[in-house]
């Protein structure tokens, strides 16, 4: 499971800070939002494609080393699903160095698989796949197992009875945020979601106040404009989801 660079991710955040910026008039007004409101916004931007955009997920394996007598195990934060648990042997392990060893699945493969153009065939070759699967099935080659994606802890029904045995779990993650960023199908949504809710924050701040005393009846502040605009911009960065502008895979065919 990849790492991200926390410097990269830092001058992309930056990058994109000063993107709002800019599309806010800064540097020709002053706007009021502080560094804790620019991180606010960028928290409810990725918030928003998170629960939203199917493009902010990604397909991954994990290695997981069971330990003996334990069958729960906390997975990183990043993982969402369990689909499947993978293992490289059946039955039971007895220690780091154990391994099962079939007769059949070695007659099978000398006779067979790699002398093809004497014996056996593709039929042959689908009997063993069948026969490796029942096997799984009978002796343990699957592990079943329940998955909590708020705890993120996997506790498998089984208890191990030795130590070193490492199974592969195929997960689906959530993408890094500099992925996010740096994706040129996701980024500019992120761009104008970002300035969007900026907007609403400022908006919210000046609608407190209608007006700021000073002569000639002082200045009337755009607060309740400001959130309209935001407001219909976000609602636009929605629709955009909807029709799949970021690269989402839409659902697949649903009964009921």
Known sequence: MADQDPSTLIIAKQNLIEYVRLMLG???????????????AYQRTIGIYRQRAQNAYEESYVFLELQEDVNVYT?????????????????????????SFDPFSSATLNTYLLNYSSAGGLATYDFY???????????????????????????????????????????????????????????QWIRDCMVAVTKIIIGEAREKFASIAGPQSGTQLNGAAMKTEGQAALDRCLEDLRNYVDASQPLTFVIG
């Open 26 to 40: 800064d540097q020709i007004i002053d706007i009021e939002p502080d560094p804790a409101h620019y991180e606010a």
């Open 129 to 187: 796949t069948q026969y490796v699967e029942l096997a799984a099935r009978m002796f343990g080659g699957f592990m079943n197992y329940t998955y909590n994606p708020v705890t993120k802890q996997i506790q498998f029904v089984r208890d191990p009875k030795g130590s070193g045995e490492t199974v592969l779990l195929w997960v689906y993650q959530t993408k890094p945020e500099i992925t996010l960023l740096s994706d040129f199908q996701i980024q």
């Open 75 to 99: 997975l990183p934060q990043e993982v969402q699903t369990v689909r499947q648990v993978f293992r490289r042997t059946i039955g039971n392990i007895q220690g780091p160095y154990s391994s």
